[in-house]
């Protein structure tokens, strides 16, 4: 059992900046069988999209509408992963998932990117 708590979302405007979090709470036992951990996003309607994903290697992988822009990175002592998001555009709101390679995904983080 994993339980992945995400947080760091909000409302900024137009070429702002926020970090989101998602920390693994599970025993020691299935937090060594995380591999990958990744950022998916949905609005309404839309399909759920990959925004990034890091291996336990350090490999990562971003989606063409974020590179430049986002970095995803992870706190191995912590659990953690992070999704840091600058110069955001308004075309970024949406509510951010993070889930790993267990298929077990969070609650969702809202993002809003307004003026």
């Known amino acids: 059992q994993v339980q992945l708590v995400e947080s760091g979302g909000g409302l900024v405007q137009p070429g702002g900046s926020l970090r989101l979090s998602c920390a693994a709470h599970?025993?020691?036992?299935?937090?060594?069988?995380?591999?990958?951990t990744a950022w998916y996003r949905q609005a309404p309607g839309r399909e759920r999209e990959l925004v990034a994903l890091?291996?336990?290697?350090?490999?990562?992988n971003y989606a063409d509408s974020v590179k430049g822009r986002f970095t995803i990175s992870r706190d191995n002592a912590k659990n953690t992963v992070y999704l840091q998001m600058n110069s955001l555009k308004p075309e970024d709101t949406d509510v951010y998932y993070c889930?790993?390679?267990?298929?077990?995904w969070g609650q969702g983080t809202q993002v809003t990117v307004s003026s």
């Open positions: 599970a025993s020691i036992f299935i937090i060594n069988q995380i591999d990958t």
């Open positions: 889930m790993n390679n267990l298929n077990y």
């Open positions: 890091i291996r336990r290697d350090g490999y990562t």
